[in-house]
């Protein structure tokens, strides 16, 4: 791999760089809309479940994942935009397109993700999951003995729990669960009370697994299975007996999942926002989802109901709910046809000491995940809760999981008599109930739980433990860029920090001291925080690289982020380029800057990066005249990050760890040419693929065989 991000250099000392024509940086035409942007990340996760070099029951997992991020972009990004329509908003973005401009150009591409999803489903991967002896069957080719065996498996456990619910006035249109799995049946015949009912709506609870697998001596493969849908679907004439069944179609329903408090009027957020969980699963409809099979006639029939109309519907060639497929990547037990295992290393340092603390005060400790274990993390904060000379606890919970560890070593904490603070996210988008149920927890084991700042979000990730030793109180902490969340952690990419520095810990403090009492910011010593300080010190940093280049030295940005939206940032970029300075950003997601505009911005380069794990680290780097100033932070580039965010940047001072970061977290993606795509003027993206003669270069594969302590 590359160890150095070698900077640009333009100008001759003493003389003016020579610029090209300066454009209007307000021009909309430089700007790409973040929805447009968010779906080509959409088609880029879905390449690689078409991607033939990666492990099939994988490619399975990549194409619900595409399905999974496509529902919360209904729930949250386009119920935003026909909320804004409905209001009566029409003010455009950066990029020029209004609410109504902006929903007439995501539906086309919608359409096309959509079909591109169960075409690569019917096409390839069921037919290669056969070749494989996994076998999804539908109802048409099921054997004698499937039949008999799935009927008395219907008659046993999903009827009992069936309701179907007939279709008069007095049985009104149903309250549809929010993504649930329903059919809307068509019924000829009278039944026992001389009722003539047309159309009945049968809801399959949630409780079914959504795929069923066969005995090996019904299955006639290796690893047989039937969706429930299917069971459900050929049974349907036991839910109406004497009656005949003319049509019987899935169909499922999105909706507005953003909730909503008014923090300034509400007194107590968690009690509001537990009242309201319950109704987002009944909240307003943003999209329908048929079979193909569906009649025009029933498919209107149902957006009557749920007031949508036909640019809101969406027919689908099989189940409406590609995440039920997920099931199956664990159900089927093929290592070969998975990614392989890996049991993550442990930095040399920490190997075999029991004592974090004393580890901590001779240096700071790295660790990058999911390549290192998140373990030495839990194990502080263990050993803080047992140690009697630790007095008091500190830490934020943005997401952490149900049965979390972090969460437990916290209640003992308390439990103990420790002084524990936990600022807890309550608003965490779909993470909401189980937080909710932690700060109960925290609170009955007596440890002060607080919400953090009305408006703002507490997304930074921070631990502080205060420990008492020799007279003095020492102040230890862990920053991350990503959740304190045991499970993504063997997922996600992310940088953790443990250090002893007493001045990051004074940050740290005060940080604190803001998100749970009643106090003016301050300047910190070390680190950079949002929403007061963090995008005006990326503005100085781009542009003093800038100033660098212009006074004949060296300008280099290499940053790396999950989202590239804010509009400031993205002109101070353009300018730094046409200037001179040579900038490389790795985004996984939205990226609203285009790369390769002449005159504007021939001196940047975007690429994302979509592999086994998700990039999730935001890394900012500048050259900065040779010192090399590198970030590590919770934040993406984006307007709720730098102003509606309680947000931390970290620096890493340690010349042997920031070279750490660089390597393993920009050049290790830069050297990528299998997993990273490259973003031209357009904002259309390219995958890179070796030469006839290049080697395959995987920066995750590259990290793991590095850094992991055992690959099987």
Known sequence: ????????????????????????????????????????????????????????????????????????????????????????????????????????????????????????????????????????YRRKHWSDVQKEWIQEYFLREVLPVLTPVGLDP??????????????????????????????????APRILPRIVPLPDEVSGDPHGFVLISSVIHAHMEELFPGMKITGCHQFRVTRNSDLWVD?????????????????????????????????????????????????????????????????????????????????????????????????????????????????????????????????????????????????????????????VTAVIELRARFDEAANIELATRLQEAGAKVVYGVVGFKAHAKMLLIVRREGGELIRYVHLGTGNYHSSTARAYTDFGLMTSDQKIGEDVHNVFQQLTGVCKAQTLNRCVQTPFELHGRLLEMIEQEAANVAAGGDGRIVAKMNSLIEPEIIRALYRASMGGVEIDLIVRGVCCLRPGIPGVSDNIRVRSVVGRFLEHHRIFHFHAGGEEDTLCSS??????????????????????????????????????????????????????????????????????????????
């Open 263 to 419: 923090e300034e009027e509400v007194k107590d957020l968690l009690s509001a926002l537990k009242g309201e969980l319950p109704h987002r699963e009944f909240s307003k409809a943003v999209r329908l989802e048929v079979a193909d099979t569906c009649s025009p006639e029933m498919a209107l029939f149902l957006q009557n109901q749920f007031n949508l109309g036909e640019a809101d519907t969406y027919e689908v060639d099989g189940p409406v709910n590609l995440n039920r497929l997920s099931a199956l990547v664990d159900l089927v037990d093929r290592p070969e046809l998975k990614y392989r295992s890996f049991t993550p290393g442990i930095p040399a340092k920490l190997a075999h000491k029991s004592d974090l603390f004393s580890v901590l005060r001779k240096g700071d400790v790295l660790l990058h995940h999911p390549y290192q274990s998140f373990g030495p993390v839990v194990d502080l904060i263990r050993q803080a809760a047992a140690d009697p000379d630790v007095l008091a606890i500190r830490q934020t919970v943005y997401r952490t999981g149900m049965d979390s560890p972090m969460a437990e070593a916290l209640l003992d904490a308390a439990r103990s008599g420790k002084e």
């Open 170 to 203: 007095a049985h009104p249109f149903p309250r549809i669960l929010n993504k649930s799995l329903n059919f809307i049946v068509t019924l000829d015949g009278k039944d026992a009370f001389g009722r003539k009912s047309q159309a009945a709506v049968v809801q």
């Open 635 to 712: 934040a993406d580039w984006m307007p709720r990050n730098f102003f509606r965010r309680v947000e931390l940047a970290f620096p890493i001072r340690s010349k042997k760890l920031r070279r750490r970061v660089i390597e393993e977290g920009l050049m290790v993606l830069l050297d990528d040419n299998c997993n990273a795509w490259e973003m031209d003027a357009t904002g259309e993206y390219t995958q890179l693929r070796p030469g006839k003669d290049e080697e395959w270069v995987s920066g995750q594969d590259t990290l793991l065989r590095e850094m992991a302590l055992s690959l099987g």
């Open 1 to 136: 791999m590359s160890t150095e991000p070698q900077p640009g250099k333009t100008g001759v000392p003493g003389k003016e760089p020579k610029l090209k024509a300066v454009r209007d940086l307000n021009d909309p035409s430089l700007f790409i809309n973040r929805e447009l942007s968010l779906l080509r990340f959409h088609k880029r996760v879905l390449a690689q479940a078409s991607d033939e070099t990666v492990p099939l029951l994988e490619r399975i997992r990549f194409l619900t994942i595409t399905n999974s991020i496509l529902d919360e972009f209904f729930e949250i990004r386009v119920s935003g935009l026909k909320e804004q329509i409905a209001f009566g908003y029409f003010k455009s973005g950066p990029d020029g397109l209004g609410p109504q401009a902006q929903m007439d150009r995501l539906r086309p591409e919608v359409l096309n993700l959509v079909n591109d999803q169960y075409r690569l489903l019917n096409e390839v991967l069921l037919p290669e999951l056969a070749a494989q002896g996994i076998a999804i």
